[in-house]
């Protein structure tokens, strides 16, 4: 079996701070890990994947996670928040013999703030 | 268009009736799925088709729910005698992916509300 856990359903942040969304995961297999972001009324869009390459992954507008097997943990991150940013942050794990489908954390919404 | 194309974006039934939310993909991906999202919840996965089949329907909540794919293209989830439970966003998504890379294009949903 697999999970995710979204430690915060909620963050706020003011513009150009940093931005910090939890998430820890558990998994009888090497996983593989991945952020989405979903903006208001808009579909769900691939921010960054971990497939067991590099440890720390850079995805788009920014964002970047590290993936710690020893925390189980894999944080996504930004050093500058823009008001843009602004959006719901869901975490995802796909295991072994899992790979028609995705299991979703809860979601993280992002607030921004001048 | 270039994108997964959902219809209708927002539909408003009452309880009981028949509703049907139709996905259509982006051209020559084999790979589509449906999934649920509710208020205050992550997304809840329904159905998985690989072309017209239907490799993993696990997700789906009850028998009143169905699903079907042709042509390796568009589908249509149908959910009959509608409960007031089953208010939700419905997205599809799909995936050129025979090998699965996680990757998923999202469509941005049906919006059913039932009363």
């Known amino acids: 079996a697999q999970s995710v856990t979204q430690l915060d359903s909620h963050v706020s942040v003011s513009e150009g701070t940093p931005v910090l969304l939890r998430c820890n995961y558990s998994?009888?297999?090497?996983?593989?890990l991945f952020w989405y972001v979903q903006h208001p009324n808009k579909g769900l869009q691939l921010l960054l994947k971990y497939t067991s390459a590099a440890t720390l992954v850079k995805g788009i507008n920014g964002f970047e996670a590290e993936f710690k097997k020893s925390e189980t943990s894999f944080h996504l991150t930004k050093p500058s928040a823009h008001m843009s940013d602004a959006a719901e942050y869901f975490c995802?794990?796909?295991?072994?013999?899992?790979?028609?489908?995705?299991?979703f954390g809860t979601g993280t919404r992002l607030q921004v703030t001048l | 268009g270039a994108g997964v194309s959902q219809s209708p974006s927002n539909k408003v039934t009452e309880k009981g009736k028949d509703v049907e939310l139709r996905c259509d993909p982006i051209?020559?991906?084999?790979?589509l799925y449906w999934y649920r999202q509710s208020l205050g919840q992550g997304l809840e996965f329904l159905i998985y088709?690989?072309?017209?089949?239907?490799?993993?329907k696990s997700g789906l909540p009850s028998d009143r729910f169905s699903a079907e794919r042709t042509g390796g293209s568009v589908s249509t989830l149908t959910i009959q005698r509608t409960q007031q439970e089953d208010s939700a966003v419905y997205l599809c998504?799909?995936?050129?992916?025979?090998?699965?890379?996680?990757?998923?294009?999202f469509g941005e949903g049906s919006r059913l509300t039932v009363l």
């Open positions: 998504a799909s995936s050129w992916d025979r090998v699965f890379s996680g990757e998923l294009f």
């Open positions: 995802v794990v796909s295991g072994a013999g899992t790979a028609s489908k995705l299991t």
């Open positions: 088709f690989q072309g017209n089949s239907a490799p993993d």
């Open positions: 998994s009888s297999y090497s996983p593989s």
């Open positions: 051209s020559g991906h084999t790979a």
